[in-house]
């Protein structure tokens, strides 16, 4: 597939709708300079050509009782059909919220955003049952803290201040009307308060004040845009480290080099196989290994060993209906 061309201010709209996808075009405007008319025709032009793919809430699952966990699976001897089949398994499964396609050591992972490690088992166990025949390997990971840098991949401005979910967790209990305000942001977060008072049988109003609510309690962290990034002539990469020192110090070391880099758009504090996990977006191959030696010569002491796995496509992102 070829590198879609795009306008200057496409990409300027792309990182403002990664700062907040839910910003009227009014706002989006005024930020990008452009006229309200403008924008809204470039806008729909990145929608009709898929570059992006959709608007999502990043919900706070960690203050909602619950754990990220996160599988890691290697196939063996699996069919495309039979590949097919799995795929469509965890799309349907309303406890599995994510999960992409992998290219490299590994061929996808699958998310749960489970309450207990008991009802990730039931989950867990499901898939095992009917697909476990076809993986070589399953890596089991617990995702505790994740910090959302904004896409300075795509613009040279300043996004303020990073989104971080986890380590601090809760016990927040949402009424029948949350969650299915919080669901169908997570669908559509670009949705007016009309439409989703509609489609929650509510009015504009409570919806309104029920959204600023989970805003203010921190349960919407923010809201970002799903891009196609193949079309911009992006790589995605997952890069997962093993330290000799995983104190804290080290860490906030490390997470700081990393936040300074403009390809960097997540840093993941596991419990798992691994240490640390960063996720970047790179134009080449040349871009990526240049990167990595850089982060390897100034933390040469500290990191064992590194791999890395491309998160080629998501065919399920961040879509959970039982909250």
Known sequence: ???????????????????????????????????????????????????ILGYHAITNIYLLGRTHYRVFIKYENMSAEKEQELVQHLIE????????????????????????????????????????TFFQEKQLSIATRIEYVKYRFLSDKKGGENIIFGGTFGEIVLDKLDKKILERININCRESLVEISQACNSNPKT???????????????????????????????????????????????????LRGLKSTIYLIKP???????????????????????????????????????????????GQMKEF
């Open 1 to 51: 597939m070829g590198n879609l061309k795009l306008l200057d201010k496409d990409r300027e709209i792309l990182f403002e709708l990664s700062l907040n996808s839910r910003a009227s075009l009014t706002e989006l405007a005024r930020r990008t300079g452009m006229s309200k008319q403008a924008l809204s025709y470039r806008l729909g032009l990145l929608e009709k050509n898929k570059v």
């Open 93 to 132: 499964n309303p406890k599995i919220s994510w999960m992409a396609y992998l290219d490299g050591d590994l061929d996808l992972v699958y998310l749960v955003w489970a309450k207990s490690i008991q009802e990730f088992e039931t989950v867990y166990d499901e898939v095992n049952d009917k697909f476990g």
């Open 207 to 257: 919806v309104r004040v029920r959204i600023n609510a989970l805003e203010k309690k921190n349960v919407i962290a923010g809201y970002n845009v799903k891009i196609e990034h193949k079309k911009l002539g992006f790589t995605h990469r997952k890069i997962f480290l093993k330290l000799n020192d995983v104190s804290k110090e080290k860490i906030n070391a490390l997470s700081s080099y």
């Open 271 to 317: 419990i798992g196989n691994y240490d640390f996990e960063f996720e970047m977006m790179t134009k080449s191959n040349e871009e990526f290994h240049n990167t990595i030696k850089r982060l390897r010569t100034k933390f040469a002491e500290n990191i064992k060993n590194h791999s890395s796995v491309i998160v080629y496509t998501e065919p399920k992102s």
